[in-house]
Structure formats: structure tokens, C-alpha cells
């Protein structure tokens, strides 16, 4: 059974901080990685995704992947209230195949 | 908007009647996931479709589910017979023809079962 595991939270950052957002993931053969924030009662939104070690950045936004750990996070500079929202972490194994999602980390942002 | 739509938004369905979910994909993508989110829980995959086949229906009950996506028209997503249980959030994701590319999620429909 593929898991990808993710603390549930709530992770409170004050307005300003660096919240950073952990998944690891059990399939040791997953291709490609991805972050989507979901505010209450809405879909998921794109934020990033991430194919190689390493980092890789947008904005605020800084996705990291650590292949041989098995584990990726999403780190988010000068945090706003209006980054309060629950993040999910999404993998794929084979191309092509459907992500599996953890359940999402809640973050809290107060200002 | 060439988004992913989804309709209805809201469904509101007695028990043991049907319901159908619809999802046109934005435009040029070919590929179509469904996903069911109960409150509190993550997304749970449930089927993957492209025009006129199933790739994996893995993550759909056996029974009272089934999905399509016709040459022409919406995916959907049906439901027979519909159990309290069935109540959630439904969401239609699409994606390009990479075997790589991100999925787009729709709105997504909220089912309750009465």
C-alpha cells in the first residue's frame, strides 16, 4: 500500500516566519512530487511541484526532495494570514499514474 | 474559464436514489481523475480515465460506483442506490497528455445523502 504520511498539524507561524511543511513517502520508486493548498470548502490549488533532488523555487515558495530519505517539504518564507490554509502533499509513482495524496497539513498564519 | 467544471456544485440525493457527477476537463487535456474527500480526511483516489477508457478504477468500491468518459460530452461519475456513507466531496482533476504534468482540480461536488 502506498503512503504518503504528513503531519496533520495545525502548524502555527507567526506573520513573517518561515512555515515549513514535511511528507515523506513509501514507495521508493515515486517519479514526481507535488504541493496543493486547499482553503476550507474550496479544491486544491497547484502551489508547486518538484521532479529531482534538490530545491527548487517560486516566490515564496521553496519545494525540497530528498529522493533517498523519501521525503519532501514545502517551505514558505514571510508567511501571510492569507497563507492559513491546509497544504497536501501529492505523489506519483509511475508516470502517468494517479497522485496519492497525505491528508494535509493545517497551517495557521496570525498576524 | 477553461478550467476544469464540474457540476452540480451541490446534490442533495435521498437514500437509494441515484447520483451523477459531471466533469469536463480543461481544454487539451485528455486525462480525468475522480477524487472522493470526506471531512477531515485527505483525497482518496478513486478512478483515472482518458477518452472512451478506464486506465485504473483501483480506488472505486466494486459495487454502485461506476465512471465514464465518453468520445464526446463530460466524464461522470455515478453513483446507484446512494448510502448516507456516500456523502463527501467529489473532485474531478485533469492533466495534459505528459505522463508527468500536475493535475488541475475542478470545484469539486458536494454530495449528501438525506
Known amino acids: 500500500q502506498k503512503e504518503v504520511e504528513q503531519n496533520s498539524g495545525p502548524l502555527s507561524v507567526p506573520e513573517g516566519a518561515i512555515a515549513s511543511l514535511n511528507c515523506t513517502y513509501s514507495?521508493?520508486?515515486?517519479?514526481?512530487f507535488f504541493w496543493y493548498r486547499q482553503y476550507s470548502g474550496k479544491s486544491p490549488e497547484l502551489i508547486m511541484f518538484?521532479?529531482?533532488?534538490g530545491d527548487k523555487e517560486d516566490g515564496r515558495f521553496t519545494a525540497q526532495l530528498n529522493k533517498a530519505s523519501q521525503y519532501v517539504s514545502l517551505l514558505i518564507r514571510d508567511s501571510q494570514p492569507s497563507d492559513s490554509a491546509t497544504y497536501l502533499c501529492?505523489?506519483?509513482?509511475?508516470?502517468?499514474?494517479?497522485?496519492?495524496f497525505g491528508k494535509g497539513t493545517t497551517l495557521s498564519v496570525s498576524s | 474559464n477553461a478550467g476544469v467544471m464540474q457540476n452540480p456544485r451541490h446534490l442533495v440525493r435521498r437514500r437509494g436514489q441515484e447520483a451523477r457527477l459531471r466533469c469536463s476537463p480543461m481544454?487539451?487535456?485528455?486525462?480525468v481523475y475522480w477524487y472522493r474527500q470526506l471531512p477531515e480526511e485527505g483525497l482518496k483516489f478513486m478512478v483515472y480515465?482518458?477518452?472512451?477508457?478506464?486506465?485504473?478504477e483501483s480506488g472505486m468500491p466494486k459495487e454502485r460506483f461506476s465512471a465514464e468518459f465518453p468520445k464526446e460530452g463530460p466524464s461522470i461519475l455515478r453513483i446507484q442506490q446512494v448510502v448516507r456513507g456516500d456523502s463527501a466531496a467529489y473532485f474531478c482533476?485533469?492533466?495534459?497528455?505528459?505522463?508527468?504534468?500536475?493535475?488541475?482540480f475542478g470545484n469539486g461536488t458536494r454530495l449528501t445523502v438525506t
Open positions: 482533476a485533469s492533466r495534459t497528455g505528459q505522463a508527468d504534468s500536475p493535475l488541475h
Open positions: 481544454k487539451g487535456h485528455s486525462h
Open positions: 518538484i521532479y529531482s533532488n
Open positions: 501529492a505523489v506519483r509513482g509511475q508516470a502517468g499514474t494517479a497522485l496519492i
Open positions: 514507495d521508493r520508486g515515486s517519479q514526481s
Open positions: 480515465l482518458q477518452k472512451e477508457n478506464i486506465i485504473d
